[in-house]
T-cell receptor, first 117, second 113 residues
C-alpha cells in the first residue's frame, strides 16, 4: 500500500509570493494534519482536518490556510511568504477513529522543502 | 502547558545499547510516540505507548514510561550504523477529537563503527 504522498518535493519562492502544497493520505485514512519543521527543530503543528472540516489549528498566522477534499487529500496554502517560512512542511495522515486508540496514530509523508529567497 | 524536552546528542558504539530520554509536562497526554528522521527525509513512526502502560517492547526497541516523573525513554538494543538519525519524542493531546502532536527538538544519535 502507498504511504502518505506529498508534492512537490522541493520548491523555491521569493518573498511575498504564494505557495500551495499538496498531500494524499494513506488509503482509508480520513484525517490529514500539517506540520512545519524549521531546520534543527522538531515539527510544529499547523492544522488538522477530518472529513473536510478543520479540527484544530496551531499558533500560525492567517497567512496559512488549508482545506481537505472529498477524497481526503489536502492542500496547504501560504500567502505573502516571508523568509521565516522556509522549512520542511510535513503532512501526516491518520484514521482518527472517534473511539481513540492506535488508529489515531499519525503517519508522515516525505515532506515538501520550501525555500523562500 | 505543552512542552517536550530531549537531550540534543548521543554517541554510541555499534553493538551497544542506546537510551534516548524525553520529558513531557502535560498530564493529560494519552499517547506518546517515538519517530525517527534520517537526513532530508520525513518522519518514520518507530513505536508508541499508551499513557496507562509502563513498558512496551517491539523487537530491538523498548519504551519505558514513568508517569510520576513524566519521563519517557527509548532503548535500542544492538545499535547499528543504520540507526544513526534524529529521534523525536512526541505527545498527543486528546481533547475534543484533536490529535495534534507536540514534538521535542530531537536527539541526534551517532553510531560509531
Amino acid at each position: 500500500d502507498a504511504g502518505v504522498t506529498q508534492s512537490p518535493t522541493h520548491l523555491i519562492k521569493t518573498r511575498g509570493q504564494q505557495v500551495t502544497l499538496r498531500c494524499s493520505p494513506i488509503s482509508g485514512h480520513k484525517s490529514v494534519s500539517w506540520y512545519q519543521q524549521v531546520l534543527g527543530q522538531g515539527p510544529q503543528f499547523i492544522f488538522q482536518y477530518y472529513e473536510k472540516e478543520e479540527r484544530g489549528r496551531g499558533n500560525f498566522p492567517d497567512r496559512f490556510s488549508a482545506r481537505q477534499f472529498p477524497n481526503y487529500s489536502s492542500e496547504l496554502n501560504v500567502n505573502a511568504l516571508l523568509l521565516g517560512d522556509s522549512a520542511l512542511y510535513l503532512c501526516a495522515s491518520s484514521y482518527l477513529d472517534s473511539s481513540g486508540g492506535a488508529k489515531d496514530t499519525q503517519y508522515f509523508g516525505p515532506g515538501t522543502r520550501l525555500t523562500v529567497l | 502547558g505543552e512542552d517536550v524536552e530531549q537531550s540534543l546528542f548521543l554517541s554510541v558504539r555499534e553493538g551497544d545499547s542506546s537510551v534516548i530520554n524525553c520529558t513531557y509536562t502535560d498530564s493529560s497526554s494519552t499517547y506518546l510516540y517515538w519517530y525517527k528522521q534520517e537526513p532530508g527525509a520525513g518522519l518514520q513512526l518507530l513505536t508508541y505507548i499508551f499513557s496507562n502502560m509502563d513498558m512496551k517492547q517491539d523487537q530491538r526497541l523498548t519504551v519505558l514510561l514513568n508517569k510520576k516523573d513524566k519521563h519517557l525513554s527509548l532503548r535500542i538494543a544492538d545499535t547499528q550504523t543504520g540507526d544513526s538519525a534524529i529521534y523525536f519524542c512526541a505527545e498527543s493531546l486528546r481533547d475534543t477529537g484533536r490529535r495534534a502532536l507536540t514534538f521535542g527538538s530531537g536527539t541526534r544519535l551517532q553510531v560509531q563503527p
